[in-house]
């Protein structure tokens, strides 16, 4: 089982051709196309699994597309270690952005095999299905599936822009499998992670050790105002429910604003607006709105200031509006005692650490829920992500992972 103050590594050169291969699925530009359930997700999901199953793992996937990657334990009844993230990709991605989580996870069991490392407890890497939300604009569906925040009924129902329906699609592939989704006990989840911001890369530092998320918010309006003729329709008689959501928009960005110096952030991603075209008032345009702050009492200074700012839009547009979805993630801090054993383990792989906070969403925060849950950061060059400039640093990536599996160890080894 190794000894208790032995500190384990990896092979950093077979991670290296591992990413390698990956980067080559849905390669577009720079970075990746790797939307969820299409052609390239399949490729890439068949040659996760073909890695898995020629080390001699287990592997499962199930009726949500989930895929787990078993490397049995000496007690197998025991509830397993958990670590991974994602395959899939935003339509103009990188190729590290939950990538590296799963694939360093692969490296992990490929490791302890390797070096014919025993753990009592049996350890799991884990794709979840369609993280991102890129295609049937729902994220982290595999990890709220398998928590039980999404019923699989309903995810099986969600359309793509082209309206082809999520459970098509998933067959389709070959990835309908027919293990039982989530309902089994998990002993503590690990997701390694990039950064996605500038910190750990400008600060010369190879850790984040993070101890919680921002907690973050949203919901998505829409508004409601009457079609006319832009050349006869005076303007003070037009219901523009696009001038509405303009006018919401510049006051999103200007609260954000505000609360930058503190680490407030809010963003409008997306606006949808009917009919459309050219000469007509438009009547109806949905927007899709974020916020989130690393104080929760502040978050909610911010919810107040953007109900202020609807009031505002919607009287000065003439249009009404309504509230047609909402979210929220990010209200909990990760475990104490795994944080405490980052702590612990991390100065013995490298002295450039940091203590952090998330701020973007992650499986994590979800299976937080269930389970003891920890990310470890990695640096990425200039912060930049969700982008097919991402890149890292590879050298300074290796100390993140062989914490990854230093802490896999001690947590599937722990006294029962």
């Not at 008032?281 to 104080?295: F, G, N, Q, T, W």
């Not at 100065?347 to 920890?374: F, N």
């Amino acid at each position: 089982m190794g000894s208790e103050n032995e500190i384990y590594r990896i092979d950093s050169e077979r991670l290296r051709a591992t990413l390698d291969a990956s980067s080559e699925i849905g390669r577009f530009e720079t970075g990746l196309k790797r939307l969820a359930l299409t052609d390239e997700d399949k490729e890439m999901r068949d040659l996760f699994v073909s890695w898995g199953r020629e080390a001699g793992f287990d592997v499962k996937v199930d009726a949500v597309g989930n895929i787990f990657i078993r490397r049995e334990g000496i007690d197998p009844s025991l509830p397993p270690v958990m670590m991974g993230s994602h395959l899939d990709t935003t339509i103009r991605g990188g190729r590290y952005d939950g990538i590296l989580g799963v694939l360093s996870g692969l490296e992990v069991l490929r490791s302890l095999e390797d070096q014919g490392i025993q753990t009592q407890r049996s350890i799991e890497v884990v794709d979840w299905s369609d993280e991102e939300g890129a295609r049937f604009n729902t994220s982290m569906i595999g990890s709220f599936a398998f928590t039980g925040k999404l019923g699989i009924e309903e995810i099986y129902a969600k359309t793509d822009a082209a309206g082809k329906r999520f459970v098509d699609e998933l067959e389709r592939i070959g990835y309908r499998g027919d293990a039982p989704v989530g309902g089994r006990p998990v002993d503590s989840c690990i997701e390694l992670h990039i950064e996605q911001g500038p910190e750990l890369d400008e600060e010369g530092l190879d850790i984040g050790l993070v101890t919680g998320s921002y907690s973050v918010r949203g919901f998505r309006l829409a508004f409601e105002g009457e079609t006319s003729h832009v050349g006869p329709t005076p303007m003070d008689r037009r219901r523009n429910a696009l001038a509405a959501a303009g006018y919401m928009i510049a006051a999103v960005n200007d609260i954000g604003l505000k609360h930058a110096p503190e680490g407030g952030k809010t963003t409008c991603a997306r606006i949808d607006v009917w009919p459309n075209l050219y000469g007509i008032v438009p009547s109806k345009a949905e927007l899709s709105i974020d916020y989130r702050h690393p104080e929760e009492e502040k978050v909610e200074v911010m919810r107040r200031e953007l109900e202020e700012a609807l009031d505002y839009a919607t009287d000065r547009a003439r249009v009404t509006a309504k509230t047609i979805a909402t979210w929220r993630f990010g209200d909990n801090d990760f475990d104490a005692e795994m944080v405490d054993e980052m702590r612990k383990l991390a100065p013995r792989i490298t002295s450039r650490t940091k203590e952090m906070l998330s701020q973007a969403g992650h499986d994590a925060y979800t299976l937080a829920g269930i389970a003891p849950t920890v990310m470890i950061f990695t640096p990425c060059k200039g912060g930049i992500t969700h982008n097919t400039a991402e890149d890292i640093d590879f050298d300074r990536t290796i100390p993140g992972v062989e914490l990854l599996l230093n802490l896999v160890v001690s947590r599937a080894n722990r006294s029962v």
